[in-house]
């Protein structure tokens, strides 16, 4: 093992030539200083000392002052003060201030070295507990990153589930295939408009793209009619909404999209359903949704009609803020250039394997 290193620090040159010879005959290597200045140059210019052992009343800066250097800008190394005053105020001031012990001169052989041996140990110990710290945090960020890696898999295979919910319903209503793809891409541009966060994205994309999903519960009889629905059949296929909460808010980390599911078809002055929430009663991201929605229905084809332009689908949505829509978010979606909306209705209607789908990347908030 390397010899254990010592700064002795003493502006008087017979102590410190004692204490070199005593510590050097209990196999220490010994380095001295004449002054405070000259023990911080050293240590700039070489930090790697086991302990110091310095004096505490020194002409210039005196001990205590080192001692407070030391403690700042080198805290790993132990630090014992001597002196030839037996003061109890100056011994607990140099504790106070950091030192790990306090001998008094003259020092003999057999208390200097039961003094060196322990603060060289406490030193140890400091530097080992110092190791001991670091080394776990390394562990501990090794780990989190591995979880936090785990946790996006996770993410990422959840949004592939929801991408299969959606395109079962698809499949079961092709009048409206591509509807939820479509009205996710919509309401996450608008969203992200708003400067909403990425957490808010997420919940929002995810709210928009299972709002219909209760319509899974809906008889096909209802659900597939070609033609006008009696009022009786209107009231089951408005269940779709509490249905879809019902189903989406079991699945804790969509929670917060389902009350996007339950109040999607609720109008901005209280006249929609199933609940007739008025104003900010409504989650803001059902209320975003609700311009997506309108938009996508008035483009889209129809067995029974042909789809408007976006043109005249905006202008319409211009009209029905404050009744159907949120007027603040009716001026977001103004100031959103026109060819936004074609331009996003082709990015989900051509569809790929990789790179991933826009509405896989909605989802995720991105």
């Known amino acids: 093992?390397?010899?254990?290193?010592?700064?002795?620090?003493?502006?008087?040159?017979p102590v410190r030539a004692v204490a070199e010879a005593l510590l050097e005959n209990l196999g220490y290597s010994v380095v001295t200083?004449?002054?405070?200045?000259?023990?911080?140059?050293?240590?700039?210019?070489?930090?790697?000392?086991?302990?110091?052992?310095?004096?505490?009343?020194?002409?210039?800066?005196?001990?205590?002052?080192?001692?407070?250097?030391?403690?700042?800008?080198?805290?790993a190394i132990p630090v014992v003060m001597f002196s030839a005053v037996n003061d109890v105020h100056v011994v607990t001031s140099a504790f106070r201030r950091g030192s790990i012990d306090y001998l008094l001169k003259p020092f003999q052989r057999s208390e200097l070295e039961s003094i060196v041996l322990r603060a060289i140990e406490h030193g140890r110990l400091r530097k080992q507990n110092a190791l001991y710290r670091h080394n776990l945090e390394a562990i501990v960020n090794t780990r989190t990153g591995?979880?936090?890696?785990?946790m996006q898999d996770l993410e990422r295979s959840y949004d592939i589930t929801l991408e299969a919910m959606g395109d079962a319903l698809d499949?079961?209503?092709?009048?409206?295939e591509g509807h939820s793809r479509r009205v996710t891409a919509y309401t996450n541009a608008l969203a992200q408009a708003m400067g909403l966060d990425s957490e808010q994205l997420r919940i929002i994309s995810r709210g928009a793209f299972l709002h219909d999903i209760g319509k899974i519960a809906t008889p096909d009889a209802i659900l597939?009619?070609?033609?006008?629905?009696?009022?009786?059949?209107?009231?089951i296929m408005k269940q779709h909404c509490e249905r879809g909460y019902r189903m989406v808010r079991k699945i804790p980390f969509l929670r917060d999209a389902a009350e996007i599911v339950y109040a999607h078809q609720e109008q901005f002055d209280g006249s929609g359903y199933p609940r007739g929430l008025q104003g900010d009663e409504i989650p803001l991201g059902a209320r975003v949704f609700a311009?997506?929605?309108?938009?996508?229905?008035?483009?889209?084809?129809?067995?029974?009609?042909?789809?408007?332009?976006?043109?005249?689908?905006?202008?319409?949505?211009?009209?029905?803020?404050g009744t159907q829509f949120d007027p603040q978010i009716v001026e977001v979606f103004l100031a959103l250039p026109v060819e936004t909306w074609p331009q996003l209705r082709a990015?989900?209607?051509?569809?790929s394997p990789s790179p991933p789908s826009p509405v896989a990347q909605t989802l995720r908030g991105s």
């Open 1 to 13: 093992m390397p010899q254990q290193r010592i700064l002795v620090v003493d502006d008087e040159e």
């Open 33 to 75: 200083s004449s002054s405070a200045q000259d023990a911080l140059t050293r240590l700039q210019q070489d930090p790697d000392y086991d302990l110091i052992l310095s004096d505490i009343i020194m002409p210039g800066t005196d001990g205590l002052t080192l001692l407070d250097h030391l403690c700042a800008d080198h805290p």
């Open 146 to 150: 591995r979880l936090r890696s785990t």
């Open 171 to 176: 499949l079961r209503d092709q009048e409206t």
């Open 224 to 235: 597939l009619k070609p033609g006008r629905l009696t009022p009786e059949e209107t009231a």
């Open 291 to 321: 311009i997506a929605d309108t938009l996508d229905a008035m483009t889209s084809d129809r067995p029974y009609r042909r789809g408007t332009t976006f043109t005249k689908a905006i202008e319409e949505i211009t009209q029905r803020a």
């Open 347 to 351: 990015a989900t209607e051509s569809r």
